[in-house]
């Protein structure tokens, strides 16, 4: 059985996504009005109206599926006796796990999302690869290889010395 020592863990919900889920209400209106008209009524949904089950189908899809998935995007941010892990939620390839031994400085960063990164989420800035949330936050790590990489935080203060913690324990 594999133990895990988490020393810090921060989960930060995604808003951007959220605001994407919310901008599907109006369509899941129209197709649960569409479905309760074809199905329950009979009343054939559009002039080239889609099977019953179909319909369904992409009720369920648009209605319940993709908002949920929207609305349950987190990214995680954890350390581990020996490493940091980043992961955003239902992004398995784009995990990041970095050992604390590899962390050659770790500074409190402020940065502008859209202007240095285009954005949040995984990115690559002029200032090396980021991964956030929400915010303007973050620390930022130079690893021993030269490579810079942003965490984005909403408390950069305690993921700094929680780093700065292992690294003389270490």
Do not use: C
């Not at 949904?45 to 349950?72: E, T």
């Amino acid at each position: 059985m594999q133990e895990y020592n988490s020393t810090y863990k921060e989960i930060q919900k995604i808003p951007l996504l959220r605001g994407i889920g919310l901008l599907l209400l109006p369509l899941t209106v129209l197709l649960t009005v569409g479905l309760v008209k074809q199905i329950v009524y009979g009343i054939p949904f559009g002039k080239q109206h889609a099977p019953d089950w179909l319909l369904a189908l992409i009720w369920v899809s648009v209605g319940l599926v993709i908002p949920a998935f929207f609305f349950s995007s987190r990214m995680a941010v954890e350390i581990q006796k020996e490493k940091m892990l980043i992961q955003i939620r239902y992004i398995p390839l784009k995990s990041r796990h970095i050992a604390l031994s590899s962390i050659q400085k770790v500074e409190i960063w402020e940065f502008k999302p859209i202007r240095d990164y285009g954005g949040w989420g995984i990115r690559l800035g002029n200032s090396g690869w980021a991964y956030t949330a929400s915010g303007n936050q973050g620390v930022m790590l130079t690893l021993e290889d030269g490579e810079r990489l942003l965490i984005g935080s909403q408390n950069p203060e305690l993921l700094v010395r929680e780093l700065m913690k292992l690294k003389e324990q270490a």
